[in-house]
Structures are given as C-alpha cells and as structure tokens.
C-alpha cells in the first residue's frame, strides 16, 4: 500500500510582517522586530506575537535599528535603539521602559554621543559627552542639575585651557580658567567666583612673571610679583596687600628687594626730611649712603643712620694740572695722572689676588671674604681700579693690602664694606701713600 503526502506543506510560505490580525498555519514565517520566526502550532490561529515559544520558533536571529530610541514607541525584540551613546537591542516587547532597563533591553554597542555644552536643566544619560569651560567631561551616569565638576556623576574626558583675561571678582570661572594676576598667569582648579588667584584651594600657579609699578606708593593695592622701586632699589612684592608705609609693609613681609641701586637726594636737609634705605647725600664736600631709614634732626644727630659713600674735599683755591685728575681724603689733594687711553682688560676676581700696576678688578666676594693685595714698590701717579662686582661687599668685606705703603697716609689696610662701591687707587709719594679716589 502505498502513503500519499502533501509535498506542498513541506515548503515555508513568506508571510511579511507580522499582523496580529492574520490568522497562520504551520511553516508560514514572518518579520517581527528584526528576526524571522516560523509557526509550529499544529492549528491555525491568530493575534500570538512570534516571541510566543509555544506558537512560533525563532528561525533567524536579526537586528532592526530604528534610530534615537522614543518612549512613545512600541519596540519588538530584535529592534535597535540608540540612547546615552550606546546602542541598545530589544529583549521583549516593551514601550515607554527606557533603556538600559536589562528586563527589556541589552546593551548592543558602548559608545559617547556629544551633547554640546553643559546645561544645568539638561537631563544626560551614561555616555553623554559635554564641555564645560575649557574640559570636556563624560557622565557616568543618568544626571541633571549635577556640574560635570562632581566626580560621582561626571568623568574627565579631555583636559583643556581656556584664557580669561585679567582676574575679575565678580566672574566665575571653571576648572582650566586662565586669568592673569599680579603678573603671573594662574588656572582655575575648581568652579569659584571672588577667591583671589593666590587662593591655593581654587587656583594654581600656571606662569610666574613680574610686573612693573614703578615708584613705591602708599595707599595702593599691590599683588604677588608687583615689581617697585623705593630708595634706588627694586623690590617685589610677595603678598597682595594695600600699602601703608614702605617700611612698616616690609616688615610684615609683603616685600623683598630683587635689585640693588641708590637715589641720589642732593644736598642734606636738616629739620624733617625723610630719608630712605639706599638715598645719597651730600654733606660739605663728601656723599654719605642711608642705611637705616630716617627723619633728618640734624647731620650729626643723625649719625647713625648713614655711612660715607665718598670722601670728597674743597678744591677752590687748588690750582689745576694739565692731563692730571684730582685726588683728595679730605685733608690733602693732589693731581694725578689720567689713566691711559689705552685702559686695561678688565678681570673678574674671586680669591686672594695680587694686582698690578693699572689693573681693573671686579671683586667678587659673594664666595666669602678674600684680600685683594696691592702693586709692591708702585710710583707716583699709578693706579689700581676696584669694583663690586656681585654687590656683597657689607657681607663678606674685601680687605686691599698695601704692600708695604701707606694708605690714605696711614699704616691700616682698606677695608671696602659697602656694597655696590666702586673707587680707583692713585699711588701719591712715600708720606701719603694711596689715595682713594
């Protein structure tokens, strides 16, 4: 006996998309949210989505991306979405259940979706790329209303700097800021508004620089690396502050000296003249240097508060000598000879140094204290040239040897303890010996 079979049911029929109105019979295969199911129930029947296992087996594993994923929209498994820079697949039906819900969803790819700057009344999903300042930050999480400065919800995706001119109180700035203050150039580490750049919790230093005020003034707000000039010399401020008197600033620590120098004043003024650290004046015929700051009385009353700089002396009645230069202690003058148009190299010294006849030394002592030894047997007229070098004379002094003459017409060696001086040497006879000039 022969079996008869119906060899056209043994072939699948293509039925499109699922309908929930279509009835199917067995072998009838569909679309249904980017994979292809087949129909296995023994019946004919409708209205049973293909992710029923009883009904329908899954015949081809598929993917149907349908673009930013839309709460309003009904998605099938198999159907794609992108959210917060990833790409999620559906598990299940589902609508209005936003990924990454796992019931619903599985993670298809990772990635970042850049959203532009930072909106505090933005709500950002995990991924989501945003600048904030000069950064760009990435969120770890769903968040709104969080700056992207808070750690818990917000990572640091690209470091970057962003210039903002001069330091303004009343801005607020964000990490990588630049402003400049004072000279420098600082950046902002953390969001602040009104905390000065020297404020180390909000602000580092990016550049040190200098910036130069000018003449010292009371009454002014000076900042860190403010550059003036009091009594000769420059000084650099190291604390912001509104200065009140340069001494009493000084003294709470708001400056240091960066060079030296002095100020010629002029003629002494007795009865009320203030004098300041490095200020020149001449008394009589000689100059003397400030080295405590004063309110003159009176020169001799006074005496305490300066030194000699240089020895000077009343030449009216002395009669002049053609191609000579006049040298004096004070007491005495005497012409010398001019040094020669050829003039000798100069030479830097650090050590015990023997000169010669018409050197030019720069004697350094910033090493220490060392002795410069003058020429043996020297004639009328020769000379030796001195300078201070390093500007450390008051601290490690230069003692210059006479060698065996007298010097200013005495038996004691030169001692040069004021720094920045300079002087030349000029050999005179036997009796008086060398003479400063």
């Known amino acids: 006996m022969s079996t008869i079979m119906d060899l056209g049911k043994l072939r699948f ?38 992710t029923n296992t009883t009904y329908w087996a899954k015949m081809v594993e598929g993917f149907s991306f349908d673009g930013v994923y839309d709460a309003n929209t009904t998605y099938q498994a198999g159907d794609g979405v992108s959210h917060g820079g990833r790409v999620y697949v559906a598990v299940q ?70 210039a903002s001119a001069v ?3 009343g801005t607020a700035y964000v990490p990588g800021n630049l402003v400049a203050y004072g000279g420098n150039i600082y950046q902002a580490i953390a969001n602040t508004t009104g ?30 690396n403010d550059l003036v000039v009091y009594g000769g010399k420059t000084f650099r401020a190291l604390l912001a502050h ?17 060079t030296g120098g002095i100020d010629w004043k002029g003629t002494y003024a007795a009865g009320g003249t203030f004098y300041k650290v490095g200020d020149v004046f001449l008394y009589d015929v000689s100059s003397y240097i400030v080295t405590t700051a004063f309110t ?11 030194e000699q700089l240089a020895v000077g002396a009343n030449i009216a009645n002395v009669t002049g000598q053609n191609g000579k230069f006049l040298s004096t202690d004070g007491t005495i003058t005497l012409w010398a000879d001019i040094p020669p148009a050829t003039e000798q190299t100069w030479t830097i010294k650090t050590a015990n140094y023997t000169a010669a006849v018409h050197d030019r030394v720069f004697a350094n002592t910033s090493g220490g204290a060392w002795t410069l030894t003058l020429p043996a047997s020297p004639t009328i007229g020769q000379w030796v040239q001195v300078v201070d070098v390093s500007s450390s004379w008051a601290t490690n002094n230069l003692t210059v040897a006479r060698n065996g003459s007298t010097m200013m017409g005495g038996t004691t060696d030169l001692i040069a303890n004021v720094s920045n001086s300079s002087f030349y040497l000029v050999y005179s006879d036997a009796t008086y010996g060398w003479r400063i000039v």
Do not use: H, M
Not at 111 to 128: C, F, L, P, S, V
Not at 129 to 137: D, I, L, R
Not at 210 to 221: D, M, V
Not at 242 to 258: M, R
């Open 13 to 50: 029929y293509w039925a499109g998309d699922y309908n929930a109105a279509t009835v199917y019979e067995s072998n009838d295969i569909v679309r249904y949210g980017g994979n292809i199911y087949v129909w296995i129930y023994g019946l004919k029947q409708s209205g049973i989505v293909p």
């Open 296 to 306: 003159s009385t009176n020169f001799a009353g006074d005496a305490a508060n300066y």
């Open 242 to 258: 509104a200065s009140g008197t340069f001494e009493t600033d000084q003294a709470a620590g708001n400056w240091e000296q960066f």
């Open 195 to 224: 905390n000065l750049p020297t404020d180390t919790a909000n602000w580092s230093l990016f550049v040190p620089s200098i910036n130069p005020r000018g003449p010292w003034a009371t009454s002014t707000a000076y900042e860190p």
């Open 167 to 169: 330091y303004n109180a």
């Open 93 to 162: 039906t589902t609508q209005g259940n936003t990924p990454p819900n796992s019931t619903y969803w599985s993670v298809f790819a990772d990635g970042i979706q850049y959203e532009a700057a930072y909106n505090n009344a933005t709500g950002y999903q995990k991924n989501d790329v945003v600048t904030y300042g000069p950064q760009v930050y990435i969120a770890k999480q769903d968040t709104t209303g969080n700056l992207p400065t808070d750690t818990v919800y917000w990572d640091k995706f690209v470091e970057g700097i962003s």
